[in-house]
């Protein structure tokens, strides 16, 4: 079982930056990918960034290419969402998930972090 715990949600001036850290406790074998997800108001939660906690290329969703950047801090087994530019729009409840490589869906999931972005 992998357990995460997720910090760093909040309010923001839109332009601003933010930084949520999603902290991986618990045992998996095999290789884990985690991810953030986002869910914007009256919208499905959708896929936004994800990366293998042993290397390889991240993947963002185009809504936050280039604005945003997730990485990882193995001997932590913490994953951060650096979110840069961040508009309106971005305000929604961000969570960070895990599942083994090569699974389809994930199977372990923070609590969820509101951010909201103002002005």
């Known amino acids: 079982q992998v357990q995460l715990v997720e910090s760093g949600g909040g309010s923001v001036q839109a332009g601003g930056s933010r930084r949520l850290s999603c902290a991986a406790s618990?045992?998996?074998?095999?290789?884990?990918?985690m991810a953030w997800f986002r869910q914007l108001p009256g919208k499905e939660r959708a896929l936004i960034a994800a990366?293998?906690?042993?290397?390889?290329?991240?993947y963002y969703a185009d809504s936050v290419k280039g604005r945003f950047t997730i990485s990882r801090d193995i001997p932590k087994s913490t994953v951060y969402l650096q979110m840069n530019s961040l508009k309106p729009e971005d305000t929604g409840v961000y969570t960070c998930a895990a599942k083994l490589s090569g699974r389809n869906e994930y199977s372990w999931w923070g609590q969820g972090s509101q951010v909201t972005v103002w002005g």
């Open positions: 990366i293998s906690l042993r290397g390889g290329p991240a």
């Open positions: 618990g045992r998996a074998s095999g290789n884990i990918a």
